[in-house]
């Protein structure tokens, strides 16, 4: 076989498992859709989700990029908060704080940047994606850092003020859990953590239209200017 040759057949073959690792299985079907496929190197399964919030684009935006409100309405996290900038890609970092039933405390550290906002108008696309950064802070005492923890969310509008919402991300919580496990509860949360932000986004609204309104003087209609006629 000619070196050619040989190179040839290597391209193939990596190819073949490239797509092979490319594959997603769906595991849940229903309003949210999640698939997972294998995370080359570990134990751990990448999740895909896909599925309608019943809310704007703008306030679930709001909801999951207002990071001190995170733990208000996601289930079992008990510290979310910014704790560094970096300006020169107008990325910031993110500790969080979890207590999980059984398992026990996990915290993780990442960083987060925002490629796409929604326009003022409402229309768009909201883009958020981050990446572990587990050595950026010392580790605490009794809880476990997450060594794992990749992902992004993106959100486009659709018709009669929903939101189509894609989540993927990879986690592994670290410590004696099971990875057979932790692919299990990410599959599992997925569906919860879609209702906990569509409820969260549905607030969100309605605090900004009670807001728009308090705004608007009395007699004065929506959006007209002062002294206008």
């Known amino acids: 076989m000619t070196r050619l040759s040989a190179i040839?057949?290597?391209?193939?073959?990596?190819?073949?498992?490239?797509?092979?690792?490319?594959?997603?299985?769906?595991?849940?079907?229903?309003?949210?859709?999640?698939k997972n496929r294998?995370?080359?190197?570990?134990?751990i399964k990448e999740v895909w989700a896909e599925g309608e919030i019943d809310a704007p684009l703008v306030d679930v935006q709001d909801a999951l990029m207002n990071v001190p409100r995170l733990k208000s309405f996601m289930p079992y996290m008990?510290?979310?908060?910014?704790?560094?900038?970096?300006?020169e890609d107008q990325s910031v970092f993110i500790y969080t704080l979890i207590d999980l039933p059984?398992?026990?405390?996990?915290?993780y550290v990442t960083q987060l940047w925002q490629p796409q906002s929604v326009k003022p108008d409402g229309t768009g696309t909201f883009e958020a994606k981050w990446v572990a950064r587990p050595t950026h802070t010392p580790e605490r005492a009794g809880v476990i850092r997450l060594k794992t923890n990749d992902g992004m969310w993106l959100a486009t509008a659709r018709e009669n003020g929903k939101t189509w919402l894609v989540h993927k991300f990879a986690v592994d919580p670290g410590g004696w859990v099971p990875a057979f496990a932790a692919?299990?509860?990410?599959?599992?949360?997925?569906?919860?953590?879609?209702?906990?932000?569509?409820?969260?986004?549905?607030?969100?609204?309605?605090?900004?239209?009670?807001?728009?309104?308090?705004?608007?003087?009395?007699?004065?209609?929506?959006?007209?200017?002062?002294?206008?006629?």
């Open 8 to 34: 040839a057949v290597v391209a193939i073959v990596w190819g073949g498992v490239c797509r092979a690792e490319e594959a997603w299985t769906t595991v849940v079907t229903g309003p949210v859709t999640v």
């Open 38 to 43: 294998s995370l080359p190197g570990t134990p």
């Open 78 to 87: 008990k510290d979310a908060r910014i704790i560094g900038e970096r300006p």
């Open 102 to 107: 059984i398992v026990g405390k996990r915290d």
């Open 183 to 229: 692919n299990l509860g990410n599959e599992k949360g997925v569906t919860d953590t879609y209702k906990n932000v569509e409820r969260e986004a549905q607030k969100r609204m309605r605090e900004r239209l009670a807001a728009t309104v308090a705004q608007t003087k009395p007699g004065e209609p929506s959006g007209a200017a002062p002294g206008s006629p």
